[in-house]
């Protein structure tokens, strides 16, 4: 009978020792975006990427996000991520349509690269929770095309 309720006991702690460390070495980001009103945009999002400042990639996810442009926040995705500093994001984007004028929308490369403005770094703390807006101005046309800049800022809220 006392072995059986070690066994519990053991199992427990593992279980909270797991949640624990997972808590204490990761925090929650949110990533939001807005635009300014005008132009409709719709953009298929396959994937968006975060750089922590000592090189690595962490894919936040690679789910399909369908987002169309608004000056209302919206939801693009929140994860766990480890603690640390994060300099830039890239979000890839596999298709793009607007309903102006009936112009195709371009993205160079089909990525969107954004830095944070004012080289005000994103950093997320254990058990902290931090947020990213990213706005996308940066809409013009050219040579019969839409074209959204593949360089975008974004403010992060620690």
Known sequence: MKSWIIGILIILV?????????????GQVTVLAEDAPGITV???????????????????TNSTI???????LTLLT???????KY????IYVSNATA???????????????????????????PGENAQII????????SSGSLIIS?????EAIN
């Open 150 to 154: 593949p360089s975008v800022t974004a």
């Open 99 to 125: 309903s102006i004028l009936g112009l195709p929308v371009k993205i160079p490369s089909n990525v969107i690269k954004i830095h944070f403005v004012e080289n005000k770094d994103l950093i997320v703390g």
């Open 14 to 26: 593992i279980i909270v020792g797991y949640f624990g460390y997972q808590y204490l070495t990761t």
């Open 42 to 60: 719709t953009l298929i999002i396959t994937s968006i990427m975060i750089h922590q400042v000592n090189g690595s990639w962490i894919t936040l």
């Open 78 to 84: 929140s994860e766990r991520i480890p603690a640390g």
């Open 66 to 72: 369908k987002y169309v442009f608004s000056s209302n």
């Open 134 to 141: 990213i706005s996308f101005p940066h809409v013009s046309i």
């Open 87 to 90: 300099n830039e994001i890239f």
